[in-house]
């Protein structure tokens, strides 16, 4: 059983940057590609990006590609999510996920384990 654990999250101003961490333990970190999805109130949950468990290979939702970067540390087993240029519309609840898929997992049903997630507020 793998647990996941967002942090990061805050209320920042349109434009500006934030990290997400997402610190997992109870599983062997390297064996799970890992996956940010994020939910605004009334909306459902959404892919943001994902990468494989070797971290040679990523996958961007269109709205964020050239603005969000994700990245991991296996040796932390930590996954982050560099956010540049937030606008309103990337405000919601970003979860952190992990997938047993051998390939880069892009959908809600192909991932295994999810945090709690964490809240990011963007004003304008």
């Known amino acids: 059983q793998v647990q996941l654990v967002e942090s990061g999250g805050g209320l920042v101003q349109a434009g500006d940057s934030l990290r997400l961490s997402c610190s997992a333990s109870g599983g062997t970190f390297s064996w799970y590609g890992m996956g940010w999805f994020r939910q605004a109130p009334g909306k459902e949950r959404e892919f943001v990006a994902a990468i494989h468990r070797s971290g040679g290979s990523t996958n961007y939702a269109d709205s964020v590609k050239g603005r969000f970067t994700i990245s991991r540390d296996n040796a932390k087993n930590t996954v982050y999510l560099q956010m540049n240029s937030l606008k309103s519309e990337d405000m919601g609840l970003y979860y952190c996920?992990?997938?047993?898929?051998?390939?880069?997992?892009?959908?809600?049903?192909?991932?295994?384990?999810w945090g709690q997630g964490t809240q990011v507020t963007v004003s304008s």
């Open positions: 996920a992990a997938s047993r898929r051998l390939f880069i997992a892009t959908t809600r049903r192909e991932y295994d384990y």
